[in-house]
């Protein structure tokens, strides 16, 4: 008694014929000799979608039906071969852990690497008896260094962990009010202006919700370390709930209420989340279509076709950033000087280095602040600290290329 498998048979076509047994286990064969079952056991071309063994399988024993998958008998992966799943495993995994490293890397820079740099840019933005603007990075760099010499480190990274607990109110009343009320949290492709006014609605009710406790995250980032006490990690959470009772610690009458406060607070939240927004599409579009015509014209790498995986968004998101604070940064400073007045803050001085000094401004609102900065400190004086600025955006796209070369020299040794 000879196999059943057809004369000629290469394995194309095969699986689709209408057997009884096909669709659950190989029926029982037997075989009159043992050149039989070596013909049948041999090792033909792998032909995708074949019944035909794989290397390395072994012969089903005789009346055992074979390991059954939904597309057919199970198959074990070809050990090193190039169209096996091992490879393709790993380069996924490899991809994962590409993307995660660009972006946590991405992440340290925002919030680690440069929080020097918007702690020296806020006092400067407060500083009304600053002489020096401080607006090139090397001015900045010096005072930097000086106030790195007088008081230490910590001068430089004060108020860390109070930026990450706004950003966690933020986010946290954010979802919060989009469970509980119909203001959609993002916005569909096929957008409506109803849609984006509930969605910018979203977006001011929880400006609204955080700035207390940006209030009390400014302090803790201007305040002189000198005289400044070792406060704990939630002092912003109880200085931000004090502020909203009027308990606390105590403030000069010339505090303004956190009501002369919103609208300031929220036009600039408003404005800086439409200007990165708009940035980021722009920029993202732009580099897509860029990538998608250097596919058409040349054939790209593993290693490139990767990269443009996760950089375009990340290139976005710096783009978006830095626009937006730019544009918006005489808001910025007018918004600062309203929300530390009345604190009883101690800053230090930007101009020397060393000693303090304290803020005793008495503006009467938003407009009175910028007329009063216009008239006394000049047009420029909305931008002190502004070379701060260049510096934190320097150090970030500097960042992302140092890891974009280390990356594509990891994944061009993997591939």
Sequence with gaps: MHPRRPDGFDGLGYRGRDEQGFGGAFPARSFSSASDLGHWVTTPPDIPGSRNLHWGEKSPPYGVPAPYTPEGPAEEPLPGGSGGSVPVQSSEQLSRFAGFGIGLASLFTENVLAHPCIVLRRQCQVNYHARH???TPFTVINIMYSFNKTQGPRALWKGM???FIVQGVTLGAEGLISEFTPLPREVSQKWNPKQIGEHLLLKSLTYMVAMPFYSASLIETVQSEIIRDNT????CVKEGIGRVIGMGVPHSKRLLPLLSLI???????????II??????FVLL???RKTYNSHLTESTSPVQSMLDAYFPELIAN???????DVMLYPLETVLHRLHIQGTRTIIDNTDLGYEVLPINTQYEGMRDCINTIKQE???LGFYKGFGAVIIQYTLHAAVLQITKIIYSTLLQNNV
């Design 133 to 135: 603007y401080h607006l």
């Design 161 to 163: 962990g109070s930026t």
């Design 232 to 235: 704990g990690i939630l002092e």
């Design 263 to 273: 609208f300031p607070t929220v036009l600039h939240g408003v404005l800086h989340y």
């Design 276 to 281: 990165s927004s708009i940035i980021q599409k």
């Design 286 to 288: 732009i580099l897509k």
């Design 318 to 324: 710096f783009a978006a950033s830095l626009c937006s």
């Design 377 to 379: 400190e000049g047009v």
